[in-house]
């Protein structure tokens, strides 16, 4: 009889289990239980935030998934996750699109902190940070014994990214970012072009581009929603694809810039642009072209924050563009790298020595030593000849009378 009242009860357990989590993949010796920190896994994307919340707890607690909605809005469907029964356990997924994540109730809060950042520079980098809190709704009644449930999240964002294009001679480079503790850029691209009206790609050729041909850059954002521009910090060149090289020349750096650079649009859209006249790295003296990479750091401002960020720039003494000083890209968040390259250039100057003689359609004249000394020796020779004959012709003026003076009419005066 104990035994029947023991499978009675066994079974009955099994049967309220069952009924609790009403089948969706849970585990009762893992899920019976309250919320957890645990329970909410939050994915920082690029255009938009994920949350999953660990269904099999929330219906422990007696709750549906209806139950759940951001930030208070139990009345907006859009507000609403759903659930996915094909994972263990079941979850419910809350979708948070950056470029509307406001219609919700979260917040984007954009702080700036002046000082040096990751690049070595001093500059005002700026973070945003997302926030709000996933819950469930109050009961009508005055006392409950359903406990409220409530997730908070949170995703930061830096809105510093360092663009590196070493792949200039193919014309363009973009590379996605990773979904790293968050970005707001999904893709970076630093183009070169021909012409001030960005209309032609550049296209390097193979003997590489005469020095100071005039070059137009623009970094650029996609997949970016309106309250976003791009404002670019710092702008340099190695002559390796490394961007740590020890030896960079500066294009630009806040109002500090190279005299042959200029920069036509910055921080006003969500692309930026600016020009220089390409040279050679003198290191590379003994080659006959020289390669520079082109790196920019750059940065994401809101549409009403540029304007304070950007530098208001007047005739102002440019620094040294040639830093010889250590300095490192340093790993942060968000960072987009692309790398590539590089710009060539040729230099146009034609080595000659005494022994060379150039000639556009034909092989260069070459003296040996044989025919040098019979020239050397016949040019003495002729010089000496003429310096006999002004002598002699000088030695005869003087012995010959002069007519002058034995043909003259003597003076009436003198008699």
Not at 179 to 198: P, Q
Not at 204 to 211: D, F
Not at 222 to 241: E, I, K, Q
Request: hydrophobic share 35%; aromatic share 10%; with cysteine.
């Amino acid at each position: 009889m104990e035994r029947i009242c023991l499978l009675l009860l066994l079974t009955i357990q099994v049967f309220s289990v069952t009924a609790q989590f009403n089948g969706y993949n849970c585990e009762a010796n893992l899920h019976s239980r309250f919320p957890a920190e645990r329970d909410i896994s939050v994915y920082c994307g690029v255009q938009a935030i994920t949350m999953k919340i660990n269904f099999c707890t929330v219906l422990f607690s007696g709750y549906s998934e209806t139950d759940l909605a951001l930030n208070g809005k139990h009345g907006d469907a859009h507000c609403k996750g759903f659930i996915n029964n094909n994972t263990f356990p079941a979850v419910v997924i809350f979708i948070i699109n950056l470029s509307t994540l406001e219609s919700c109730g979260s917040t984007l809060v954009v702080s700036s902190v002046p000082g040096i950042n990751a690049y070595g520079n001093v500059s005002v980098v700026q973070i945003g940070n997302v926030s709000g809190y996933i819950d469930t709704p109050d009961p009508p009644t005055i006392i409950s014994y359903l406990p409220g449930l409530l997730y908070k999240f949170s995703c930061s964002y830096p809105l510093e990214y360092l663009v590196n294009n070493t792949q200039l001679a193919s014309s363009s480079a973009a590379i996605s970012v990773k979904e790293n503790n968050g970005t707001f850029i999904s893709t970076l691209s630093l183009l070169l072009y021909n012409d001030s009206t960005y209309s032609q790609l550049l296209v390097i050729p193979s003997i590489g581009l005469p020095l100071k041909t005039k070059i137009y850059a623009a970094v650029r954002a996609t997949n970016l929603d309106g309250r976003w521009n791009v404002l670019m910090d710092y702008c340099y060149t190695t002559p390796s694809g490394n961007p740590n090289d020890e030896l960079r020349y500066d294009l630009f750096f806040s109002c500090d810039k190279d005299p042959q650079t200029t920069v036509i649009e910055n921080g006003k859209s969500q692309m930026g642009r600016f020009s220089f006249e390409v040279f050679r790295f003198v290191k590379h003296k003994n080659q006959k072209m020289s390669t520079v990479f082109l790196h920019c750091v750059t940065k994401l401002c809101r549409t009403d924050d540029c304007p304070f960020l950007a530098p208001i720039c007047s005739n102002r003494e440019r620094r040294d563009a040639v830093r010889r000083t250590t300095w490192s890209a340093q790993s942060t968040s968000g960072n987009a790298v692309i790398s590539a390259g590089p710009i060539i250039t040729r230099s146009d100057e034609t080595p000659t020595n005494n022994s060379q003689l150039a000639h556009p359609n034909g092989p260069p004249f070459q003296l040996n030593s044989v025919t040098s000394a019979l020239i050397s020796g016949i040019v003495i020779l002729g010089i000496m000849s003429i310096f006999f004959f002004v002598c002699s012709l000088t030695l005869l003026h003087r012995k010959w009378p002069s007519s002058s003076v034995l043909g003259g009419v003597r003076n009436p005066v003198f008699n």
